[in-house]
């Protein structure tokens, strides 16, 4: 059904037929990194950004793979992204959330779409701002459940502004995101959707700061406002502090100290990000 989704997609998001993929326009580093949710961003925030190379009559395909291991959880993220004419973003993202210190597994999909309204990232005053969809639905519903999660699935909806500054900082550029996501999800998603008493959608804000050293290496730092829903345990917010290598524009690295706080009551939770890129 997963696939089946992404599939259907593609032909009526990318209706038209899609032209040859040819050597891209693109500014290296332009398309960010692939977030754990599978589509364009840092690693926990999703950007305005579309994934890869893609300029205008182009398409370009994106796969990542990602762990970030924290005190008592390791996440493992995978997925593969889709982007046309430099608008479209179509992703898919397959997460696993092992309990390391409680023993078994979470894990959910997520079926991604982003579209490119307005402005630019680089060659216009006003940012580049674009709307998107996440459907996140757990593999199983038995320990959400538990916890007191009202259903196994659920939508994100999301509205990211990006935008590069030239020479901003000792003559170096530097790249800002703010995102508003409207949300129902208990950690992202992981532990299912609203609550008995609660199933009412939370606006959430999600920023991202990015200094390019060079025109291929940057460092930033992530911040993500996440819903505090569930009576079992409180959920904290997310940041990040990371490093991002962009090797050529098939090849990215990204690597992080990650701050995910108390998660189903297991206070601090904090470690390390790490993830590779491909892009053709």
Avoid: C
């Amino acid at each position: 059904m997963f696939r089946n989704i992404f599939i259907i997609s593609l032909f009526i998001v990318a209706g038209i037929s899609l032209p040859a993929h040819a050597d891209t326009s693109k500014v290296i580093a332009t398309g960010g990194a692939t977030t754990i949710e599978g589509t364009a961003g840092g690693g926990i925030v999703p950007w305005a950004v579309i994934n890869g190379y893609a300029s205008s009559d182009q398409w370009s395909v994106t796969a990542m793979n990602t762990q970030v291991s924290v005190d008592d959880f390791t996440l493992h993220a995978v997925g593969a992204s889709l982007s046309i004419n430099n608008r479209f973003e179509l992703s898919l993202a397959k997460q696993t959330f092992d309990l390391d210190t409680m023993g078994g597994k979470l894990g959910q999909d997520i079926v991604g779409v982003k579209y490119k309204l307005a402005g630019e990232l680089l060659y216009s005053n006003l940012p580049q701002i674009s709307v998107g969809m996440q459907y996140k639905r757990v593999d199983d519903f038995a320990i959400p459940q538990a916890v007191g999660a009202r259903n196994d699935w659920g939508l994100d909806v999301y509205l990211a502004a990006s935008k590069v500054y030239f020479d901003a900082i000792a003559g170096r550029n530097l790249v800002t995101n703010l995102t508003l996501r409207a949300t129902k999800a208990n950690q992202t998603g992981l532990l299912g959707f609203g609550t008995a008493t609660d199933n009412n959608y939370h606006l959430q804000a999600e920023a991202s700061i990015a200094l390019l050293l060079t025109d291929s290496f940057a460092v930033g730092y992530e911040y993500k406002q996440k819903p505090d829903q569930l009576g079992f345990a409180k959920e904290d917010d997310w940041q990040d502090i990371f490093a991002a290598w962009f090797i050529n524009k098939h090849v990215s690295l990204v690597g992080a100290y990650v701050d995910l706080g108390s998660i189903a009551g297991f206070e601090q939770q904090k470690g390390w990000y790490l993830s590779i890129e491909g892009t053709l």
